[in-house]
């Protein structure tokens, strides 16, 4: 069952729920997903950009769809912000940066989400209150679990690898997580702070499946809600041969150390 992932005051569907969504050449994307984001309702909403220096501007772009948002009704506050880095420098590590600001603010759960469409912000309420009710402290908008899907117009190459890379990370470290890969995900403060973001060592996308991992393996109970995921509205997708071999050796890694 794992440990409640009490979320300390941020106990009703009034809580602090910051969205930490990191960018890079989204510019085509970032308007119409920030606008799913801050168009939910939940009182006390944020969203966090953290964009790797972007060429394309999508910097730019945040900050003036930050100034439009302006500020929030309860509890005050930037409704959204930015977060700049100087350089690209994985995915995980703008998770780190994001996540470790958005704790310092003060809430009370942190969402991953990705920026190109293919997460549907609907979903977060479902996700808040899931971990409302079971005490979850992590809650995956999966793909996997019953009821999840993948965009139809996947081709049947990219369907193989991602339920492969899903599986292999599953049986490498014996997880009953359905999709460990996963990158939309709701996380209680107190999770957070107790794994220590600082100390993981993945610097892409398996940081998705290191943080999983240590947060299970610290007995804090997981759910997870179904999703369709979609395909990205704007752009290209940042997945490259590097990443693809980190996310293979990333779960052995992980098995190892905990032998």
């Excluded at 506050?77 to 690209?88: D, E, F, N, P, Y």
């Excluded at 009710?133 to 793909?143: I, Q």
């Excluded at 403060?189 to 610290?218: I, M, N, W």
Aim: aromatic share 6%; no cysteine.
């Amino acid at each position: 069952m794992g440990r409640s992932g009490d979320g300390g005051d941020g106990g009703g569907e009034d809580a602090r729920v910051t969205v930490v969504m990191p960018t890079y050449d989204e510019a085509g994307s970032l308007p119409r997903t920030a606008a799913a984001v801050l168009g939910l309702p939940l009182a006390g909403l944020r969203l966090l950009v953290v964009d790797d220096a972007s060429p394309d501007g999508t910097g730019r772009i945040a900050e003036e769809l930050a100034r439009e948002y302006g500020t929030a009704g309860a509890g005050g506050g930037a409704r959204m912000r930015v977060l700049h880095r100087t350089a690209k420098d994985g995915l995980g590590r703008a998770y780190v940066a994001g996540m470790t600001a958005a704790l310092a603010d003060g809430a009370d759960w942190v969402v991953q989400m990705d920026a190109d469409g293919s997460h549907p912000a609907e979903a977060v309420p479902r996700m808040l209150r899931e971990a409302l009710t079971t005490g979850a402290g992590l809650v995956v908008g999966s793909r996997y679990a019953a009821g999840g899907s993948l965009d139809e117009e996947w081709g049947a190459h990219r369907v193989l690898l991602s339920r492969f890379a899903n599986a292999y990370a599953r049986a490498v470290l014996g997880t009953r997580i359905k999709d460990i890969t996963a990158g939309f995900n709701l996380w209680s403060a107190a999770v957070l702070r107790e794994v220590g973001l600082s100390t993981l060592d993945s610097a892409g996308y398996s940081f998705q499946v290191e943080l999983k991992y240590r947060a299970v393996r610290a007995g804090h109970r997981a759910a997870e809600v179904p999703i369709r995921f979609g395909q990205r509205a704007e752009g290209v997708s940042k997945m490259t041969l590097r990443t693809q071999l980190e996310s293979a050796v990333v779960p052995l890694r992980l098995r190892l150390r905990r032998r």
